[in-house]
């Protein structure tokens, strides 16, 4: 049996005082560069993008070394990379790395746990959005990952403002080994503590990154895709809240793929095909989207 560790008994009072660090250029360049139709989306302007940050290059091609991708050879230079592992993988792994960037200096480690645990599940999350859409034949996969990769920023933000009240609202540990679980909280327990939620702090990030139309949509509407009216976008929407149950599924035993069933009808309907054969193809991808999770945010 576990216990809550350390759960602040009262509320939080910030008064909506959130920190919203600034986004990091290279994020934002290879969003605005995946926002572009597929025919702009040229790997030189991803390779000139990650070529004038030393740091995000560092960090993508330990990534692109990793075991996971499995390359014969020691790659040394992003173009290089670009040409093995193609644009998708490579701004996928940039776009990672820079969310992550983001968000550091926690002084615990428990909140440096609970941050890669959000990360993987958005990692996650991205990916399942980007295979669905893929799947389905519809376009823009590359801003399905992204509404997957930012959907949790809101949980980012809070965790980022106030560390000593939101961390105890994931952490339980056991009595009898003092084993860490983490969970994601419910949207109920952060308006008790903060009289907010993470999809309306990720809003306020929307509006204040200046983030692409359509991302915003996602971020804001994933919980609540049937009330976004144009087809394309609420199919997008869909693929993204449906992300985000299965990769919360992957990473937490107590989850389940169970309540994305209503979401997955709906998009079922849209592209008229059965949703237990989304089921079942969302099923078949549970251990590549959690290996490239996992490869996507370890240290």
């Known amino acids: 049996m576990t216990s809550p560790a350390a759960r602040p008994d009262t509320p939080g009072t910030l008064d909506g005082e959130y920190k919203y ?4 250029t290279t994020l934002s360049d290879v969003l605005d560069l995946l926002s572009l139709p597929k025919s702009e989306q040229h790997p030189e302007r991803l390779v000139a993008i990650v070529q004038r940050d030393p740091i995000t290059a560092a960090y993508v091609l ?3 070394n990793s075991a996971y991708f499995g390359l014969s050879r020691q790659v040394t230079h992003v173009e290089r990379a ?6 998708t993988n490579v701004s996928n792994l940039v776009l990672s790395v820079g969310l992550r960037q983001t968000f550091q200096g926690f002084e615990g480690r428990e909140e440096e746990q609970i941050m890669e645990h959000i990360m993987r ?9 980007r295979d669905l859409v893929e799947h389905l034949a519809l376009p823009l996969p590359e801003t399905a990952f992204s509404g ?3 959907h949790q920023i809101g949980r ?10 939101y961390a105890p609202l994931w952490c339980e540990r056991s009595p009898v080994d003092d084993r860490l679980t983490i969970t994601t909280p419910t949207v109920d327990q952060e308006r008790a503590y903060f009289g907010t939620d993470y999809v309306k702090v990720g809003a306020t990030a929307v509006t204040r990154w200046k983030l692409p139309d359509k991302l915003g949509t996602l971020i804001r509407a994933h919980r609540h895709p049937g009330s976004v009216g144009d087809a394309h976008l609420r199919a997008l929407t869909l693929a993204v809240g449906i992300g985000s149950m299965y990769g919360c599924a992957l990473f937490e035993e107590a989850a389940s793929t169970a309540p994305a069933r209503p979401m997955l009808t709906a998009l079922a309907r849209l592209r008229n095909v059965e949703s237990e054969a989304l089921s079942a193809f969302l099923e078949g991808r549970r251990a590549v989207v959690r290996a490239f999770a996992v490869a996507a945010t370890e240290g």
Do not use: D, Q, W
């Open 21 to 24: 660090p600034p986004m990091p």
């Open 62 to 64: 330990r990534r692109v």
């Open 82 to 87: 670009v040409v093995l592992l193609g644009f």
């Open 121 to 129: 599940i958005s990692v996650a999350a991205a990916v399942y959005a």
């Open 148 to 150: 997957g990769l930012l």
């Open 156 to 165: 980012m933000i809070l965790l980022y403002t106030a560390p000593e009240v």
